[in-house]
């Protein structure tokens, strides 16, 4: 499986060339940059004699076999800004690689290998706009117009994406991705099943408290609104450090009047929670609500919270999980992934590749030859089991 391996890290660096910046790697939604990947992994896919199109989400789809039952292998296509050449993209060429490598040994399975066009959200900020086609369930947001003026840019007619959607012979669905986090490098461990994508809580918290000058107004006479939010952020790190399973984290901080000479009257600050069970995540964002206003009720000042976010966590189908070598480690994606748009159509199963360095979203990112060549046969393993199991 080495050499396939090597195929398949080759064909994944040769298309992050393909690229709307020169000297650094971007390819959004339908961009130009995309029919040269369309065009290199659809003639890959003709190759190994699959039926090949673009459906009219711009989603690359390729058809290999004649079984009543189908198999579904995807990922994304598109990338953030400055990207590396794995992130979502390894998923697909894993996908056409594996067609290769099974060759004609699971007559009694149909295999598609998807390569959505959108997940990131970069362009419009649509996110999963290829996998919610395939599912049936981009109807809320297809009302966007630049959507649709970058679907028929593309060639494509937006009046058709209900025909995108999965037919009934889909049987499961299979996503291989790069772990995009450092755990299965600090295990030495080159592939982990995943048993759930993480639920997300977001909110903004906001301590008011009273802007004064900084050099005549004593310590004990202050309200900082900063100083709050600071204890605060301590308690939201020994919080998730004490919960397992969970991850906080406060990522944006906004102080007023933000000026070196004036004691901070208000400050906003972010708030991400994420945890596999969504009654752990809820309890913990109850948990950190209430320090925050005990916290500035104790300073002297109010304290106020929105939530932004409230998106629960999606398990992987233990069935399927169970197809790969019982041996290789469990853990949750701590990122959403197309994996979570699909799993409520049909059963759906995650494997992890090794980030190198933990390394994703970045020029850096990389993987392994022989975590590739381990991910193939872990793949053969699972749909060699998926057709026994379907007889």
Known sequence: MIELANKVIGCCRELAQFTEEPGRTTRTFLSPPMRDVHRV??????????????????????????????????????????????????????????VEALGNR???????????????GVRFGVPFIGSRAVAGTLASDIADVRVCDAIRAFGLNPEDLPAARLTAEAVAYLEF??????????????????????GQSRLLLTFSGHANHAGTTPMNLRHDALAAAA???????????????????TGLIHAEPNATNVIPGKVTVSLDVRHANDQARHVAVATLVRAAYETGLRRGMKVGDELRLDQPAVPMDSALGGMFDPGLHHMVSGAGHDAMI??????????????????????DETVLAGDVAAALEAGVRFVQNLEAGLV
Request: with cysteine.
């Open 41 to 98: 992994l659809g003639d890959w896919m003709k190759r190994l004699g699959m039926r090949v199109w673009v459906d009219d989400a711009g989603n690359l789809r390729g058809l290999h076999g004649r079984a009543p039952k189908r198999l579904v292998i995807g990922s994304h296509l598109d990338t953030v800004p400055d990207a590396g050449a794995f992130d979502g993209v390894l998923g697909v060429v894993l996908g056409i690689a594996l």
């Open 106 to 120: 699971c007559p009694g399975l149909f295999i598609e290998v998807i390569g959505f066009s959108e997940e990131e």
């Open 177 to 198: 991705h790069i772990e995009q986090g450092p755990v299965l490098e600090s295990l030495n461990l080159s592939l982990g099943i995943v048993d759930a994508i993480v």
């Open 231 to 249: 204890e605060w952020i301590l308690l939201v790190e020994k919080h998730a450090q004490e919960t397992a399973g969970l991850v906080a984290t």
């Open 342 to 363: 699909l799993a409520p159509l049909l059963p759906a199963a995650m494997l992890f590749l090794r980030s190198p360095g933990g390394v994703s979203h970045h020029p």
